[in-house]
């Protein structure tokens, strides 16, 4: 029997939410739910290429989204964004915005408006190597990431994101090693002398450019257009937030700010129009859950969406296999059909699904533990995002 399901809740993959909704249309729930709370949010919206971006699953190519709004629609459709963004901040949180050379100026400008210019932190620019060489031009490669505090009041620790000097010599200084065997190297400037060990802290300038786009075949890569590296947003939560914290990014595409969060014990709030954002945050999060949580007793994930009712059916039956009760699951289709990216078993309650086997690449037929349930769920999804549920 059919039922339908508007969430799901998993043990582990979190600490935090994903709403498969667009940002503009959530924004009254999100206000309702998590208004001046959030510590630090993170934006990647179309740049206003006028592209449509496809990402993969499997061998499979599918558009994720259309980058074409006219001008002066977008420039609303941020003013709306942007504020909502404002008032889920806390008074210490920050906003950073990433965007390119077509929006930048526009946006910048905006977000004066509406944090005010005493607000602005930094015009951060992420250099990467990666792409084409134009000929007509310099070749064009950096993004810009605006910088906004809330308040006066924010939170900033450039100390979290620092590394050591290390061995190497730089800007013509001379290098010794002192009595306590420690290495060192001096500059004379000024009439001063100015003294660095190897571990002295060196912290970030508004110029990154020591960390990488992704390459084409980066283990990280999980076939999403326009995906942001980690180490991106590790630096971004590190320097923005404390452990506990909540991160929020109301364009989660593939997942990145999600992952970050997680990994350094911050909670997350993310979301998405695109189903394929949805699983491609689930898959990820589930696949990296085995690692332990930083905040004990906080590792949920819980999904939400709206009821699907596209036409599926399936064929499927419990069987036993070395003493433990399986549901082989024989064949699952949708109409139209596309092939089969996830599957879970579990229970149902009040339209929420809490999965206790799931398989993020499905291979038909499957065998799912379902230990002693009486009452089991099957969940099944497509590589399109059609997601339907059925009491066995």
Known sequence: MRIFCTSERHANGGPGE???ARAEEALDSLLADYRGQVQVIYLDPPFGTGDIFHSKIGKLTLPTYADDMEESAYLSWMRTILSGAWELLCPSGSLYLHIDY?????LRLLLDELFGT????NEIVWCYKSGGRAMRYYPRKHD???????????FFD???VSHPRGPEKRNHMKRFIDEQGRICFTIRSAGKLYTYYEDTPVY???VWDDIEHLQQKDTERVGYATQKPEALLSRVILASSR???????LFSGSGTTAAAASKLGRRFLALDISPLALYTLRARQLKSASAHSFLEGESELALRYPADETPAEFSAKIVTQRGKRMLSLESASFTPAYPLVYAAVGTEANGEFHPIATD???????????????STVLQITDAVGHMAFFRI
């Open 102 to 106: 077509r929006m930048s100026a526009k």
């Open 18 to 20: 994903f709403i498969l």
């Open 360 to 374: 993020c690449n499905p291979k038909l037929p499957l065998l799912l533990p379902i230990g002693s349930l009486d």
């Open 243 to 249: 452990p506990g914290d909540l991160v929020c990014d």
């Open 144 to 154: 810009t990431i605006l910088f906004y505090r809330k308040s006066a009041k924010v």
């Open 204 to 206: 970030p300038s508004d």
């Open 158 to 160: 450039i100390s979290a």
């Open 118 to 121: 005493k607000n602005f932190m």
